[in-house]
């Protein structure tokens, strides 16, 4: 099993270890020379706020008091990512460090039962030593884990951790996911499957394997394969 640990909303969180007022308020973190939105809090996501948004075209916000906009502090978000690897690479024997905001756990040998106490153990102790909040997706795969990473982040319920350990969840799941969400498939190839009508994860499930590979060659089918259940990346 892999659990991806995805630090939430990341530049923005680093700059509320340092800045508590700044909980619960609209906050972007801005490009180089404040040119566009490189980081945002739920909250700017809720007011509309794309990632890459030009920082002029929401400058107004900022001025009437709605948002709250920060310079980049690149330095200092590579020292709370030092942080954050740390505290990961001490709870579990091995790590991967994907970016400067994720990371992989390799769980092999923890038994299942463990993995969830195990996780939410990782969440807590990633908020109060560092400050940084994190969501944990679990699964057998790291496409799976990347999608179930997406799930613990978006709704409360999981609290912090989604974990896909059957044939159920993994299908409810994928039928939830848009095909372009799926980590590995990219713009040129979204746009094929859905001229071919596929839509969502589980849709891509369906193709039979001969045709993912004269379509989509190797790297579409691992991604098929790891949709399905079978660690190949």
Same mark, same amino acid.
């Given at each position: 099993?892999?659990?991806?640990?995805?630090?939430?909303?990341?530049?923005?969180?680093?700059?509320?270890?340092?800045?508590?007022?700044?909980?619960?308020?609209?906050?972007?973190?801005?490009?180089?020379?404040?040119?566009?939105?490189?980081?945002?809090?739920? =909250?700017?996501?809720?007011?509309?706020?794309?990632?890459?948004?030009?920082?002029?075209?929401?400058?107004?916000?900022?001025?009437?008091?709605?948002?709250?906009?920060?310079?980049?502090?690149?330095?200092?978000?590579?020292?709370?990512?030092?942080?954050?690897?740390?505290?990961?690479?001490?709870?579990?024997? /091995?790590? =991967?460090?994907?970016?400067?905001?994720?990371?992989?756990? +390799?769980?092999?040998?923890?038994?299942?039962?463990?993995?969830?106490?195990?996780?939410?153990?990782?969440?807590?102790?990633?908020?109060?030593?560092?400050?940084?909040?994190?969501?944990?997706?679990?699964?057998?795969?790291?496409?799976?884990?990347?999608?179930?990473? +997406?799930?613990?982040?978006?709704?409360?319920?999981?609290?912090?951790?989604?974990?896909?350990?059957?044939? =159920?969840?993994?299908?409810?799941?994928?039928?939830?996911?848009?095909?372009?969400?799926?980590?590995?498939?990219?713009?040129?190839?979204?746009?094929?499957?859905?001229?071919?009508?596929?839509?969502?994860?589980?849709?891509?499930?369906?193709?039979?394997? +001969?045709?993912?590979? /004269?379509?989509?060659?190797?790297?579409?089918?691992?991604?098929? /394969?790891?949709?399905?259940? =079978?660690?190949?990346?």
């Amino acid at each position: 099993m892999y659990a991806l640990v995805d630090c939430n909303n990341f530049f923005v969180s680093c700059e509320r270890i340092f800045r508590p007022e700044l909980e619960g308020k609209a906050v972007v973190v801005l490009s180089n020379n404040d040119g566009c939105v490189v980081s945002r809090s739920n =909250e700017s996501k809720a007011m509309g706020i794309k990632m890459g948004t030009p920082f002029y075209q929401v400058k107004g916000y900022a001025d009437n008091g709605r948002l709250y906009a920060c310079s980049s502090n690149y330095a200092l978000y590579g020292d709370i990512s030092n942080r954050v690897m740390s505290v990961l690479a001490d709870a579990v024997p /091995k790590i =991967e460090i994907y970016s400067i905001d994720e990371a992989y756990l +390799h769980l092999d040998g923890i038994g299942p039962e463990k993995i969830p106490e195990l996780c939410r153990d990782i969440v807590a102790k990633v908020r109060k030593w560092v400050g940084v909040p994190v969501s944990i997706g679990v699964a057998p795969t790291k496409t799976l884990a990347k999608i179930a990473s +997406h799930f613990a982040k978006k709704y409360k319920g999981y609290r912090g951790v989604c974990m896909i350990d059957s044939d =159920e969840k993994r299908n409810k799941a994928l039928s939830l996911t848009e095909i372009a969400d799926v980590w590995g498939i990219g713009r040129r190839t979204t746009a094929r499957l859905h001229a071919m009508g596929i839509k969502t994860a589980w849709d891509y499930t369906q193709l039979p394997e +001969h045709a993912v590979r /004269k379509m989509f060659a190797l790297p579409g089918l691992r991604t098929w /394969k790891e949709l399905k259940g =079978e660690a190949c990346i």
